[in-house]
């Protein structure tokens, strides 16, 4: 669909601590508190420190309920978990995603864009969050900023082969074709598995050469 993308700019600001997640992803460990020279954790002497890291246990003990609750097919008992982590500890970067990808299953694309920029802040070399931003804005029919997104991500890690599909689908959504994005599909070729895909990356690959000779003749 067509939706003009000042549309976005419209969308009324968003609550996300009261929204939820889908799958899982793995957090990353917590470093123990470096013991002082005697031998004293440093928790025991700074009380706001070990405020923070009983938080902190508490918000992964909600992310993981969270998780194994949505594994089972319970999504609104999945959000009220992921709420929970998120009040106790904003810096989830695994509890934002997850949140992101159940909203977006769920049709609420404003608020899973929302919660997959948070994400990307808070794991800037990550290319899933950008990825999931691209897709987004796929689904809503906004080529241009899904193309941007995909971009992102690929900027993150050049192979991650589902935002190289991505962006290879937004340029062919754009009719446009160059250098780069013939580049995109060799390097989806080399990597792709699945039938489906191989056959659409070489159908692709001959429009985007034919895009570019044509540009040149003319």
């Known amino acids: 669909m067509n939706t003009p993308r000042n549309a976005s700019r419209r969308t009324r600001p968003i ?3 009261a929204l939820g997640a ?3 992803l793995p957090m990353h460990g917590c470093s123990s508190p470096s013991p002082r020279t005697d031998g004293t954790p440093v928790s025991e002497i700074n009380p706001a420190i070990a405020y923070s890291q009983r938080q902190r246990a508490r918000a992964l003990e909600h992310y993981s309920a969270a998780s194994a609750l ?3 097919g319970k999504p609104d008992e999945a959000l009220s978990e992921y ?3 998120l009040e106790l500890d904003d810096k989830l970067y695994g509890a934002w995603n997850n949140m992101g990808q159940l909203l977006m299953s769920q049709g609420n694309f404003a608020d899973a864009v929302s919660a997959y920029k948070i994400a990307s802040g808070i794991e800037p070399s990550d290319p ?3 990825y999931n931003i691209g ?3 796929q689904k809503v029919g906004w080529a241009q900023d899904s193309f941007e997104h995909f971009q992102n991500a690929l900027s993150r890690d050049p192979h991650y082969i589902p935002a190289l599909r991505g962006a ?3 340029a062919e959504m754009l009719g446009k074709g160059d250098p780069q994005i013939l580049s995109y599909i060799r390097n989806a070729q080399l990597r792709e598995t699945d039938e489906q895909w191989i056959a659409y990356l070489s159908t692709q690959y001959y429009r ?3 895009y570019i000779a044509n540009q040149k003749s003319n």
Do not use: F, G, N, Q
């Open 135 to 137: 897709l987004v804005y």
């Open 22 to 24: 889908m799958t899982a």
């Open 168 to 170: 290879i689908r937004s």
């Open 128 to 130: 899933r969050p950008e």
């Open 83 to 85: 709420r929970k982590a």
């Open 15 to 17: 609550m996300l601590l």
């Open 208 to 210: 985007v050469e034919a």
């Open 70 to 72: 949505h594994a089972d």
